[in-house]
């Protein structure tokens, strides 16, 4: 028994004890303003932006964001804000569709194509249609109605055929 007790560590010099590593925090770029999270790195991104930030464009889009009303740039690339926990954006950019206006409130040609082609219902979908328009022109500038029917958007009001012509104007009026 003594000699059991002789081979407990002295206290404090334990190499079985790990001191609790200090959270500095996660430093991130949202809308071109710079962030530092220094609460729960595990966050999703969703809650983040939305409880964190009162950014709340970005909408609940269920457990593993059917529906892609989460939608996101993460470094220039759609992304769904749901299970995207805040500490794998160290260090990157995130674009919601609050960054999508320009600083004088000028609505992005995007945004304006959805106002003039009325695709716009309760609106609820729009954010994440938005950000995944923006990422499709960006990879096809003139994209077919295929290509707009691949996005992983829902939109329960029947805004489809509208915003396939809001997609297309904005293209056409990239291309003039
Ligand atoms: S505008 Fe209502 S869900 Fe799309």
């Known amino acids: 028994m003594a000699q059991a007790q002789d081979q407990l560590p002295t206290p404090g010099t334990s190499n079985t004890i790990v001191p609790e590593k200090v959270r500095e925090g996660v430093d991130l770029e ?100 938005l950000m995944a328009s923006l990422d499709l022109l960006n990879r096809h500038p003139q994209p077919s109605d295929n290509d707009i029917d691949q996005l992983p958007n829902l939109c329960r009001c029947g805004c489809q055929t509208r915003v396939r012509r809001a997609i297309k104007r904005a293209a056409k009026g990239a291309q003039a």
């Open 30 to 129: 949202i809308n071109g303003r710079s962030y530092r999270h220094t609460g729960d790195d595990q966050m999703p991104l969703l809650w983040y932006l939305r409880d964190v930030l009162r950014l709340t464009g970005t909408k609940y889009s269920g457990e593993h964001g059917e529906g892609g009303y989460d939608l996101v740039l993460v470094d220039g690339k759609l992304a769904s804000a749901t299970n995207l926990p805040v500490v794998k954006l160290a260090g990157k950019t995130v674009t919601t569709v609050e960054g999508l206006a320009a600083a004088d409130g000028k609505l992005h040609p995007l945004q304006q194509a959805f106002v003039d082609e009325d695709a716009i219902g309760c609106g609820y979908c729009t954010p994440g249609w």
